[in-house]
C-alpha cells in the first residue's frame, strides 16, 4: 500500500512563492507516477502537475495555467515531488493533494482523472490573497 505525506503550503499575497512536497512510501516499487492536483470551492479536481517517480523517471508535465509559474523537483531515491509554486495568483487559491498511482489510466498528465490516481496524500491548504 503505498502511502503519501504532503507538506508546505499556507497563505501568502499575490506574487509571492511557496513550496509543496510530497513523499511515498510503503509499497515496494520501481516507478510511479505522482501529481498535484487541486481543488477551489465549489469546483471540481483538477490536474495541476505530474511526473513519474523512479526506474527511467520522467519528465514533468504541467496544465496550461500553471505553465512558467509552477515548476516540479524530483527525488527519484526518496521517491518524493516537490511543486515550487511562483508568482501565486488569487486563483491559485485552493487544497492541494499529492497523488500517486502505479499505471494511471489515462497517462501521467495532468490532463488525466483524478479518478485515474488511487492513492492520495490528506491535501494542503495554499491561500493567495490579491
Known amino acids: 500500500q503505498v502511502r503519501l505525506v504532503e507538506s508546505g503550503g499556507g497563505s501568502v499575497q499575490a506574487g509571492g512563492s511557496l513550496r509543496l512536497s510530497c513523499a511515498a512510501s510503503?509499497?515496494?516499487?520501481?516507478?510511479?507516477?505522482m501529481g498535484w492536483f487541486r481543488q477551489a470551492p465549489g469546483k471540481g479536481r483538477e490536474g495541476v502537475a505530474s511526473?513519474?517517480?523512479?526506474?527511467?523517471?520522467?519528465?514533468?508535465l504541467y496544465a496550461d495555467s500553471v505553465k512558467g509559474r509552477f515548476t516540479i523537483s524530483q527525488d527519484n531515491a526518496k521517491k518524493t515531488l516537490s511543486l515550487q509554486m511562483n508568482s501565486l495568483k488569487a486563483e491559485d487559491t485552493a487544497m492541494y493533494y499529492c497523488?500517486?498511482?502505479?499505471?494511471?489510466?489515462?497517462?501521467?498528465?495532468?490532463?488525466?482523472?483524478?479518478?485515474?490516481?488511487?492513492?492520495w496524500g490528506q491535501g494542503t491548504q495554499v491561500t493567495v490573497s490579491s
Open positions: 511526473s513519474w517517480i523512479g526506474g527511467v523517471g520522467g519528465f514533468a
Open positions: 510503503g509499497s515496494t516499487f520501481s516507478r510511479i507516477c
Open positions: 497523488a500517486a498511482d502505479l499505471a494511471p489510466a489515462g497517462g501521467c498528465r495532468p490532463e488525466s482523472s483524478s479518478r485515474d490516481f488511487r492513492t
